[in-house]
């Protein structure tokens, strides 16, 4: 099962057909941020894979996809993780930025059947933003400047803990799927990248 889970992360086309019967989650670490529930839209613009057959990979124009996944850290040292559908992948974090890279192997349809060494390369680079910084923004993403952090004068704070848990409201971003040609007996030679935008809301 784990390289199906690494293949569900990688490829967020299959996030949506996948049923996962799990036990009560465990997040690893000593602090947990927050669950979020992530609509991701792709990006045409930056996008260099396509929706016509015979490319490296052929992508779907259907509509934005959905994921869940839950952001964890340990509060003594740099360690942290993005949880999603029970596997746990590393994710650094650094001040409100969070960025998690995977890296997969993958079979890629448009390498050949024979195909071997064909990879995914996953990262989701999102900003967390606080309860008051959600307010500051009008609650979407859209309104963010250049990607920036709000400021305000007038009590916003940025994301941290509480007596009643962590206030982290929603997280912006991107995720970015490269696809890499294989290195054997492949018919592909050149790779592609999708690019999605991402706007997380906590759910838990």
Known sequence: MRLRRYVLLSFPILVMAAVACLSEPQYPGDQVLGTFR???TIDWSRTTCTTNPGGI???SDAGPLRFEGTFSRNTSGDEGWLTVQGFSRDADYTGQRVVSVQR?????????????GAQIEETLDTLLLSSSQDDLIGRSCARLVDGGVP???GGVQPPG???NGYDVQRACGTLID???PGTKNCTCIKGCRAVYTVEGMRVN
Not at 105 to 112: E, R
Request: with cysteine; glycine share 10%; hydrophobic share 40%.
């Open 57 to 59: 990979v052929q992508l």
């Open 151 to 153: 400021e305000s004068d």
């Open 104 to 116: 997969v192997a993958a079979t890629l349809a448009g390498c050949g059947s024979g195909c071997e």
């Open 38 to 40: 992530f609509d991701a």
């Open 178 to 180: 490269d696809f890499i």
């Open 161 to 163: 803990p509480t007596p």
